[in-house]
């Protein structure tokens, strides 16, 4: 009888643990679906995350300086942030100084990400280029 009584006992204690071990985890699990939740809502409203205005400007001009190449010239540029420098609207003229053709992007939405994709690409493919060249 005595040991029915103490492994009754151990079971007891073991079922104890593991209820205090997924209580432990689902508190863990909450805190983080909380911070997770408070993070983003930060982001949103106060532009946590975001690049700064000098930054963006930078970035906007790096692209647009991509996107028309070296053909052409940027004649007028202007930007409208969204979303605490996370969006942009983006409108530029650039001529090709050779034919006065000219390229026109008019109120085109982009995200920084994307921006900073192009830029990421960019590079890659100018170190790229390098590289062959010195490898001729």
């Known amino acids: 009888m005595h040991t029915i009584d103490s492994s009754r006992m151990i079971m007891d204690s073991l079922f104890e643990w593991t209820v205090k071990i997924l209580i432990i985890i689902l508190i863990i699990t909450l805190l983080c679906i909380l911070f997770y939740i408070v993070s983003v809502a930060m982001e949103r409203l106060f532009g946590w995350g975001c690049p700064s205005n000098e930054e963006a400007k930078v970035a906007i001009e790096k692209y647009v300086e991509i996107q028309l190449s070296e053909e052409y010239t ?18 530029y003229i650039g001529t090709d100084e050779s034919t006065d053709q000219k390229e026109e992007v008019i109120e085109k939405k982009i995200s920084y ?15 790229l280029m390098q590289e062959a060249e010195k490898n001729k």
């Not at 940027?74 to 409108?91: G, P, Q, R």
């Not at 990400?113 to 170190?127: G, H, L, P």
């Open 74 to 91: 940027l004649d007028v540029m202007e930007y409208t942030s969204l979303k605490h420098n996370a969006e942009f609207i983006l409108s």
């Open 113 to 127: 990400y994307e921006i900073e994709k192009v830029i990421s690409e960019d590079a890659t493919k100018t170190r």
